[in-house]
Structure formats: C-alpha cells, structure tokens
C-alpha cells in the first residue's frame, strides 16, 4: 500500500502568456533543498495552465512565450528526485485559454446556442465531446512518455451543468435517442461524456504506468 505524504503541496502555476521571465531564476537545488527543510513529501507541478502555455519542451502544444528555461518540469521533475520527494504533474482540460481561441468549435455551447464561459474574467469551456479530446490524449501521451511521476492531477473535466449543445453533442445525442430540447437529457448526455473521457484519459496512463495515481 502506497504512504500518504506528511505535507504535500500544490504549487499553482497559472502564468499568463504577458508575464516575462518565467523562471528566469529558478534554482533547482534551492527549490528541492527548501521543500526538504519543509518536510514536504509530495508535491503537484504543472505540465501546462489554463492559459494554455506547456512548461515543458512540446511538440504537441505551446511553450510559455516568456519561458527561461528549456524545461522547467524536467528540472523540477529531476530536482524532487534527488532529495526523495514525490512528483505529482498537473495539467488542465476544459479550461485552455489558448485552445479556447485557436479552436473556437471545440468550446461548449448552451441550449441557447451560446459559448460556455469567457464572460468578463471567466474561462472559457471546452468540449471533451469535441477532437480536443485527442489533443488531450497527444499531449498526455507526450508528458507519459517523457517524464516519471507518482501522481496525475487532470484538472477541470466538467460538462456545463445544463449539458451542452455543441454540433458534436447534438450529434451523439442524436445517435442515442437522447432529445437536446430536454435539459434532463442534456444533463445525460454531460454525463456520459464526462465519464467517456475519463476512462478514456486513465486508460492511457494505464498504457504508461498504472501505478501513477489520477
Ligand atoms: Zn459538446
């Protein structure tokens, strides 16, 4: 049976593209040498932020514009295994800043037809019904097969609560006798999706390594 870190930490890491220098000074032997004086037995870094950006070299999505290093999640990844500290990674599926405006038919719609999300400070939605389910398996399948880590934190798989109606979930609906006017259907369909995606994404970690926690 797998210990229970005494401390874990969850070192959120949402940059906007704006910011510059990211990681311009970064210490690994400091940042593992403080996490010991911690005590800290786990920490979740981020592969990739709901502004869309990897901190990983990618060929799969993009790199932060303002990143100094050439892979921050290496280093770190690298940097806790020396001192015995468990990685965790860290990374986003509905809200994708960047996605969200390079593929604007991926994003959740409502019954009435309108985008899910990106109102004044909001994120946008994105649809796990939609081809951004493959990018998420490439770019999974890209962190998996570069890096060791202990634990997988896939944040943000959610279906709009009232279900959403976009050209795919009409369509999957459609085929499964489900009616998009009724929001006890809409609400199926979420459902489905949500659970089609998550087995989905586990199962390719399974492929990796079935030991790394989800
Ligand atoms: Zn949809």
Redesign the pocket.
């Known amino acids: 049976m797998k210990q229970i870190p005494f401390r874990d930490v969850h070192l959120d890491f949402h940059t906007s593209g704006l910011i510059p220098d990211v990681g311009a000074d970064f210490d690994p032997a400091q940042f593992a040498r403080t996490l010991t004086e911690a005590h800290v037995g786990s920490i979740c870094v981020f592969a990739r932020c709901h502004h869309g950006y990897c901190y990983y070299p990618t060929k799969v999505g993009t790199p932060h514009p303002g990143l100094r290093r050439r892979d921050l999640l290496g280093e770190i990844i690298n940097s806790l295994r020396a001192v015995n500290i468990s990685p965790g990674v860290y990374t986003t599926v509905v809200w994708d800043e960047l996605t969200s405006q390079s593929h604007p038919e991926w994003r959740?719609?409502t019954a009435e037809r309108k985008f899910i999300g990106g109102e004044g400070a909001g994120w946008k939605w994105l649809?796990m019904?939609?081809p951004y389910a493959n990018w998420m398996e490439a770019h999974l399948r890209e962190v998996l097969s570069a890096y060791s880590f202990d634990r997988l934190f896939v944040d943000i798989v959610n279906?709009w609560g009232d279900g959403?109606?976009?050209d795919?979930?009409l369509e999957d609906m459609r085929e499964n006798g489900l009616d998009p006017k009724s929001p006890t259907d809409r609400r199926m369909e979420a459902m489905r999706?949500r659970s089609r995606f998550i087995k989905r994404m586990r199962d390719i970690v399974n492929e990796y390594n079935p030991e790394v926690l989800v």
Do not use: G, I, Y
Request: include cysteine.
């Open positions: 959740q719609v649809c019904n939609t279906q959403c109606v976009c795919h979930c999706v």
